[in-house]
């Protein structure tokens, strides 16, 4: 199921990028002390009592005619229509305003559950602000300081308790769901369009046309596949339409949702950084990842082209080197054929379970290839592996001192691991414990 989605909404000046600094625990946000000064939709993870959610710092709201107020109130609009809960802050130095029930009113329109937070009440004397705020009508209001990390605590008690209850999975257990992710302009809808046979989604040459995730459930060859269509993601400060600057997180949460996830780069433009930077939502994820070079029929190729491309994408996607690499074109079908049988293998291969003596076998017959490394007079033991979880794989390996498994010798194991089992597409984990813990 994806995470929550929180939205800190309020006009200017409220102080909605210091509690959004606060929430996500580092400063991710512009603040300064003049209003309307975050200009574009922030979003991170965050945690609270075990419970991971998204947050979104957004423009401030403000009812007047000028463009930038126009604009951070309809990008607010978006982070509401978005939202599964709702910070609404406000200013307690100030007072309520007349923008304040603007916002109010705003915020009763979406439906959503809306926490009211009444921001600089930086001390006890100031608690008395608070009360006026009750006439907004949305219920309870927290006094809390951003400045100084006061109230926060019982206030995301109170958004946790909103969050959406989870959901049974709605699709049958061995359906293979697919994101399909990559900047604007790729061709993602028009490889959703090749893989299903049809125009099920809209294709244009315009970047962005695509809005939000589309699910598209199919058959082949006996299994059960849904491709999910995402928005592309552009780089922040290039983005210009108000609804491309949700993408990414709609691209986070689908790939949440997904088994694997086919990045997209074009052929004809090669790997720009933003690629990358995609690739690497998709890794830190945990899902199963192949890399798409689409429009490979536009390119002019000699028989070593492909090789060279490869070897590229393995030198910038040095993190996904374990992701296969198809080359194809969704416009001619061009190689289409072998896009769903390496899905499938990628999915089975995220699934994959080891027999503990199986995995133990090739643990110690990797240490006696190459013997643990030392430090300080002290060598790495291995006392035992065992495989705990799936999607991705993850392997624990109990040792004498976790702090002895350096990454090199970390990546030897996980080579070895992969020469064994085939893990091809799928990321794999491996975790040093104490051998008592």
Do not use: C
């Not at 300064?32 to 423009?59: H, Q």
């Not at 604009?71 to 982070?79: K, L």
């Not at 308790?161 to 990559?182: K, L, N, S």
């Not at 007079?377 to 991705?392: C, K």
């Amino acid at each position: 199921m994806p995470k929550p989605v929180v939205a800190i909404v309020g006009r200017p000046n409220v102080g909605k990028s210091t509690i959004f600094n606060r929430i996500v625990g580092e400063r991710q946000a512009i603040v300064e002390d003049i209003p309307g000064v975050t200009r574009d939709r922030i979003y991170s993870k965050a945690e609270w009592l075990n419970r991971e959610f998204y947050v979104i710092d957004t423009g401030g709201i403000e009812i007047g005619n000028e463009p930038l107020l126009d604009q951070m109130r309809e990008q607010a609009q978006i982070a509401i229509d978005e939202a599964d809960v709702i910070i609404f802050l406000v200013n307690g130095r100030d007072g309520m305003t007349g923008a304040d029930e603007e916002v109010a009113s705003i915020l009763h329109r979406s439906k959503k559950p809306v926490i009211l937070g009444v921001n600089k009440i930086d001390n006890f004397e100031m608690r008395d602000r608070i009360y006026e705020f009750y006439a907004l009508g949305t219920g309870e209001v927290f006094g809390i300081s951003g400045a100084h990390g006061l109230g926060l605590g019982d206030l995301l008690d109170e958004v946790i308790h909103h969050f959406p209850t989870e959901q049974e999975e709605e699709y049958e257990e061995d359906t293979i769901r697919m994101a399909v992710i990559g900047r604007p302009n790729v061709g993602k809808s028009s490889l959703v369009n090749a893989v299903l046979g049809e125009e099920r989604v809209i294709v244009s040459d315009i970047p962005g046309t695509t809005r939000d995730a589309i699910d598209t459930i199919f058959e082949k060859d006996d299994q059960e596949y849904v491709l999910i269509d995402t928005a592309g993601m552009r780089k922040r400060g290039k983005v210009y339409e108000t609804t491309e600057k949700y993408s990414v997180l709609r691209a986070l949460r689908a790939m949440e949702r997904s088994d694997v996830v086919l990045v997209v780069i074009n052929g004809e433009e090669g790997i720009r950084e933003q690629d990358k930077k995609i690739a690497g939502y998709a890794h830190e994820a945990g899902r199963a990842i192949l890399i798409i070079v689409n429009k490979w029929d536009a390119i002019e190729k000699d028989d070593k082209t492909m090789a060279r491309f490869t070897e590229k994408i393995r030198e910038e996607f040095q993190f996904l080197s374990y992701a296969p690499v198809l080359f194809l074109s969704a416009k001619t079908k061009q190689r289409l054929q072998h896009l769903l049988p390496t899905v499938k293998q990628a999915a089975d291969n995220h699934n994959l379970r080891v027999p503990t003596n199986v995995l133990n076998d090739v643990i110690m017959d990797a240490v006696i290839m190459n013997p643990t490394p030392t430090e300080n007079n002290r060598r790495l033991r291995i006392n035992y592996a065992t495989q705990v979880a799936v999607a991705p794989p993850t392997i624990v390996l109990f040792v004498n001192d976790p702090e002895l498994l350096h990454f090199s010798y970390e990546r030897y194991l996980e080579n070895k691991l992969r020469e064994a089992f085939h893990f091809e597409g799928t990321p794999l984990k491996i975790i040093a414990r104490k051998k008592n813990e």
